[in-house]
């Protein structure tokens, strides 16, 4: 750290300071030559305009040191076209242009005015893919050198200078303090659960062989609740006794016969009135009980063939089927196709994901602020936008011997699945209402011989050192309870190197050479 200090300190010495001179071709007076130099600082969404000039009088040449940034990154524009327009009541009266910049970033653009007068200035810029327009306001064309007042002596915080060259040739970057809802938390590690009722073990209700015919889902894939995963081929009550099943098939089928025959014989008799409809019906009842004896004998035999013949061929009458009892994702799975099962066994982990529980687990020391607990939200490394909690489901009452810490279990919905069962996350639990807060980048704060400070941009080259005070923090941005107002530009990349300008006695002089 100390090397990389002294090096940024070299660099901000060797870096080419830049002096004031007028150009040659438009001498001056020495009374000209005293005259105060203006500035302007002015910002839109796409550039940084600094503008540097002497008080403009009529007739007299002045020369324009105009400075553009551009806000995408921050360097300097490299090939543009820069006009300065001279306006009165809306109507354009002069306009001063230069094609292209003196040096990268700086445009020197004279400016000689005809008249006196009140003027509305403007400072637009044209390259490629970059057109803007800078509004300046109003301006003083003087007459004579000798009615243009002194400069104004102004009370003003002590200033860092740091020049625009610096500023391009590092990495460096601003940003608006802005108003922004805050509410105070605390961090926690966490971890995502099944939710109550959304964790199952799916087994087989019977003993027997798992069908070859069905394809067994794999871990990972989604099923809908009564979704088929798998068919049971029931073990035979005499696996190896083959001609007692087809004796059995046998004698059903005579027996059959014979009903069959003796029905047809008693709806003969009943016809000529010899019986009553008594014995018809008591046929009918005889066949269709031996019709059902055929089919089951059948039946079993098949059973048997398939659990011999290890499913190759299986009837679907045969088969018990395993159906999901809850929609979610195969967690684990048990089975083999074509392999024996007990009753009971384990054959897939269901877990549910639509809805899951994450458990947010706090510090001992953090536990008292449990009580002002009124909302959460979850952070996922990789991922920047948050995810939103839903109600508190539980708050333990044992702390984790070991870990030292208390569960606190929020009920998430899922229906993107960003979370995984048994993922880590980190869970940041709000302590307090929203509060509208003064907010900046984490980056923009600088620990000065342990005090946070901040470097706010009062102009193109010029920054102050604010103490602050430091209040919530979320989501990258920090609150700053004193020291800063909304709309004061802060430095958020580079503000170190400012630290070091300020330190250093051998930063370059303020000024430009064009």
Same mark, same amino acid.
């Given at each position: 750290m100390k090397a990389k200090t002294i090096l940024l300190l070299g660099i901000l010495i060797l870096l080419p300071g830049c002096r004031r001179e007028q150009p040659a071709a438009h001498a001056q007076d020495t009374k000209s030559e005293e005259l105060a130099t203006l500035s302007v600082t002015n910002w839109t969404d796409k550039t940084e305009l600094f503008m540097e000039y002497q008080p403009l009088v009529a007739g007299a040449k002045r020369r324009f040191a105009v400075h553009f940034t551009d806000l995408s990154d921050f360097k300097p524009l490299t090939k543009a076209t820069v006009t300065i327009a001279l306006k009165r009541a809306g109507a354009l009266v002069e306009s001063f242009s230069t094609p292209g910049p003196s040096r990268p970033g700086i445009f020197a653009v004279d400016v000689q005015p005809k008249q006196p007068g009140k003027y509305s200035m403007s400072v637009s810029v044209n390259a490629r893919s970059l057109h803007d327009t800078h509004e300046i306001g109003e301006v003083v064309v003087y007459s004579s050198e000798k009615e243009i007042p002194p400069p104004a002596q102004e009370l003003a915080e002590e200033q860092i200078a740091f020049l625009k060259e610096q500023q391009w040739s590092l990495e460096f970057a601003t940003e608006l303090a802005r108003k922004r809802s805050m509410r105070e938390g605390i961090v926690v590690p966490g971890d995502v659960r099944p939710r109550s009722g959304g964790e199952v073990d799916v087994a087989p209700p019977i003993a027997g062989?798992?069908?070859?015919?069905?394809?067994?889902?794999?871990?990972?894939?989604?099923?809908?609740?009564?979704?088929?995963?798998?068919?049971?081929?029931?073990?035979?009550?005499?696996?190896?006794?083959?001609?007692?099943?087809?004796?059995?098939?046998?004698?059903?089928?005579?027996?059959?016969?014979l009903a069959r025959r003796d029905l047809a014989r008693a709806e003969r008799l009943l016809a000529v009135g010899a019986i009553p409809a008594k014995r018809v019906d008591e046929a009918r009842a005889a066949e269709s009980t031996l019709v059902a004896r055929l089919a089951s004998a059948e039946r079993r035999l098949q059973q048997f063939e398939a659990s011999r013949l290890s499913d190759r061929t299986s009837g679907g009458d045969s088969l018990f089927t395993v159906r999901a009892p809850i929609a979610g994702v195969v967690a684990e799975v048990s089975a083999t196709p074509g392999s024996n099962v007990n009753q009971g066994d384990r054959l897939f982990r269901i877990v549910a994901v639509d809805r899951v529980y994450v458990a947010a687990n706090v510090p001992e020391a953090e536990i008292p602020r449990l009580a002002h607990l009124n909302g959460a939200e979850i952070e996922i490394l990789g991922i920047p936008e948050r995810l939103s909690v839903g109600r508190v489901v539980a708050k333990a009452s044992v702390i984790d011997p070991k870990a030292r810490t208390l569960s606190v279990v929020f009920e998430v919905a899922n229906p993107a699945r960003t979370l995984a069962i048994g993922q880590a996350v980190f869970v940041r639990l709000f302590l307090t209402g929203r509060v509208d807060a003064v907010t900046v980048p984490e980056s923009a704060v600088v620990d000065d011989g342990g005090r946070p400070v901040l470097f706010v941009q009062?102009? =193109?080259?010029?920054?102050?050192? *604010?103490? @602050?005070?430091? $209040?919530?923090?979320?989501?990258?941005?920090?609150?700053?309870?004193? =020291?800063?107002?909304?709309?004061? *530009?802060? @430095?958020?990349? $580079?503000?170190?190197?400012?630290?070091?300008a300020a330190l250093s006695s051998q930063i370059p002089a303020h000024g430009h050479v064009h």
């Open positions: 062989r798992l069908s070859m015919s069905v394809q067994l889902p794999v871990i990972g894939t989604a099923v809908a609740q009564g979704q088929e995963l798998a068919s049971i081929i029931p073990l035979t009550p005499a696996p190896g006794d083959r001609p007692s099943l087809e004796l059995a098939i046998s004698e059903a089928r005579t027996a059959l016969d009062k102009d =193109g080259e010029a920054f102050v050192r *604010r103490p @602050v005070k430091l $209040g919530i923090r979320e989501r990258g941005v920090v609150q700053i309870a004193e =020291g800063l107002r909304p709309g004061e *530009r802060v @430095v958020t990349k $580079g503000a170190y190197l400012i630290r070091l």
